[in-house]
């Protein structure tokens, strides 16, 4: 099975911070790479798929790269409802789609 | 409205079995694979299952296999997971999620979850 690795697992920042988010995969699993962002108390939403195609409705300031085993999620200038925790998940092959740790990210 | 509800969750004793359901509407159920994901209290997202889009395909984690059963019935827009022989670490909320076409299985829809808890 592959394995997701996701650093940090948190980070405090201040609104307008620009902050990345790294996510490794245990094997190769080319573009199947999404990111979701999930407040407390509710469910997870889908941010980014495809390693970097930004779910309909998202802000720009989400972006994500990479390709492979690596992956970034960043968020251009941080806004008070980003803060939140975020979630890479691989989608290659086939099941199980595994989650990384997940990132908490505070106010400074 | 696009959504997915699910139910079945509440309290159970260690080894006893549950069902849940989650029943979708506003989109054409039947042609999305479709997945459950659970997360404990205070912890991350863990995967749990998937179901390909005509049934005949099913997948699990390996904390789950041999013990949880996931199904759909397409004619009413209905996917389910039985769960059994369930033990203190399965407690969480389940949470249903559609695999959106063309997204590279990204689970773009999710249900709002339903909480099980395992205690005696």
Known sequence: DIQMTQSPSSLSASV????????????????????????????????????STLQSGVPSRFSGSGSGTDFTLTISSLQPEDFASYYCQQSYSTPPYSFGQGTKVEMK | ??????????LVQPGGSLRLSCVASGFTFSIHDMHWVRQAPGKGLEYVSTINSNGGSTYYANSV???????????????????????????????????????????DMWGQGTMVTVSS
């Not at chain 1, 190769?28 to 889908?46: C, D, E, M, R, V």
């Not at chain 2, 409205?1 to 509440?10: A, P």
């Not at chain 2, 769960?83 to 909320?93: H, N, P, T």
């Open chain 2, 65 to 107: 296999k041999g013990r949880f059963t996931i199904s759909r019935d397409n004619s009413k827009n209905t996917l389910y997971l039985q769960m059994g022989s369930l033990r203190a670490e399965d407690m969480a909320v389940y949470y249903c999620a559609r695999d959106g076409h063309g997204k590279r299985d990204a689970f």
């Open chain 1, 16 to 51: 307008g911070d620009r902050i990345t988010i790294t996510c490794r995969a245990s094997q190769t699993i080319s573009n199947y790479l999404s990111w979701f962002q999930q407040n407390p108390g509710k469910a997870p939403k889908l941010l980014i798929y495809a390693a």
């Open chain 2, 1 to 10: 409205e696009v959504q997915l509800v699910e139910s079945g969750g509440g």
